[in-house]
């Protein structure tokens, strides 16, 4: 199973809104609906924000969205604030006959 | 409150097995399937497997199998991932997660991590 695809990295100003892709292929991403994306500081334990495509946690920023269309999944960041400056990562349940999951490669976000 | 405490970093030969533990507390042990993820240092995350702490079937991602064995002990709410015959790309921060909601499959709840190294 290989990594989903990534940008390596997205940039944004204060205030602007950003997406973030993640590609996959029609065995996980473009079969279900069940993507989920993760927030992780340096250092630090990833966090929960998106979850089966566009489901947000309790807690998590209305800023934070998720959609899907065929093999990519994205994550839009509205307002970009500077606490928004982390690292990225999409996840995708594989199969089911593997019950398998995958994560995506990463990306880095940058508040300019 | 729920959470998932992590045993502590291990410095392993190669060659050498490790046993990291996750302790669970807060919810319902045998209610929620458990996963491990790992992250090398400056990489990615990457999923090696689940434990269902009910009936302790499990499932490893393909790359892992036949080197790592995941079990439960259910009277003390903890979970156990064995990673054997290891080597130097195995360093990683190792990371136990819970499922958002049974039958979901995201991880809300995460360990601390462990840090292992292997030199």
């Known amino acids: 199973q290989s990594a989903l695809t990534q940008p390596a990295s997205v940039s944004g100003s204060p205030g602007q809104s950003i997406t973030i892709s993640c590609t996959g292929t029609?065995?996980?991403?473009?079969?279900?609906?069940?993507v989920s994306w993760y927030q992780q500081h340096p250092g630090k334990v990833p966090k929960l924000m998106i979850y089966?495509?566009?489901e947000r946690p309790s807690g998590v920023s209305h800023r934070f969205s998720g959609s899907k269309s065929g093999n990519t999944a994205s994550l839009t960041i509205s307002g970009l604030q500077a606490e928004d400056e982390a690292d990225y990562y999409c996840c995708s349940y594989a199969g089911s006959s593997t019950f398998h999951y995958v994560f995506g490669t990463g990306t880095k976000v940058t508040v300019l | 409150q729920v959470q998932l405490v992590q045993s502590g970093a291990e410095v392993k030969k190669p060659g050498a097995s490790v046993k990291v533990s996750c302790k669970a507390s807060g919810y319902s042990f045998t209610g929620y399937y458990m996963h491990w993820v790992r992250q090398a240092p400056g990489q990615g995350l990457e999923w090696m497997g689940w434990i269902n702490p009910n009936t302790g079937t499990t499932n490893y991602a393909h790359k892992f199998q036949g080197r790592v064995t995941m079990t439960r002990d259910t009277s003390i709410n903890t979970i156990y991932m064995e990673l054997s015959r290891l080597r130097s790309d195995d360093t990683a921060v190792y990371y136990c997660a819970r499922l958002i909601a049974p039958g979901s499959k995201a991880f809300d709840i995460w360990g601390q991590g462990t840090m292992v190294t292997v030199s």
């Open positions: 089966e495509v566009s």
């Open positions: 029609s065995s996980d991403v473009g079969s279900y609906n069940l």
